[in-house]
């Protein structure tokens, strides 16, 4: 027999699961536009910092190695917040996908013991 009340109880539940679910991603989001911030404003600053040392160097051969020193740098640092990033952007995606977990698992049929 169908009840209203279990309907408003399965209506305000899945309410619940979307507002839950947005915050989640609202959060992700921030996390993710944060590391972003953090790795730009990292990078002008390293590359500042770069030119400056470069503007001091009085032979070809310290400009190539401070400049073989900074791209080494730049690259390590590009491969370890890319790294950091996608690891934001996959915790993100299971966060966003977490509620449709729990509504397929009321949906799919119980294994048999």
């Given at each position: 027999?169908f ?27 921030q996390?993710?536009a ?36 900074f ?43």
């Amino acid at each position: 027999m169908f009840k209203v009340e279990d309907f408003q109880n399965y209506g305000k539940e899945q309410f619940e699961t979307v507002v839950s679910s947005a915050t989640s991603v609202q959060s992700g989001l921030q996390a993710i536009a944060a590391a972003y911030g953090d790795y730009t404003k990292k990078s002008f600053e390293d590359t500042k910092s770069f030119v400056e040392k470069l503007s001091g160097v009085r032979s070809l051969d310290k400009a190539i190695e401070a400049q073989s020193e900074f791209a080494k740098s730049a690259y390590e640092a590009f491969v370890a917040d890319s790294q950091k990033i996608a690891g934001l952007y996959s915790d993100l995606a299971k966060q966003a996908f977490k509620p449709l977990e729990g509504l397929a698992s009321k949906f799919a049929p119980q294994a048999a013991h």
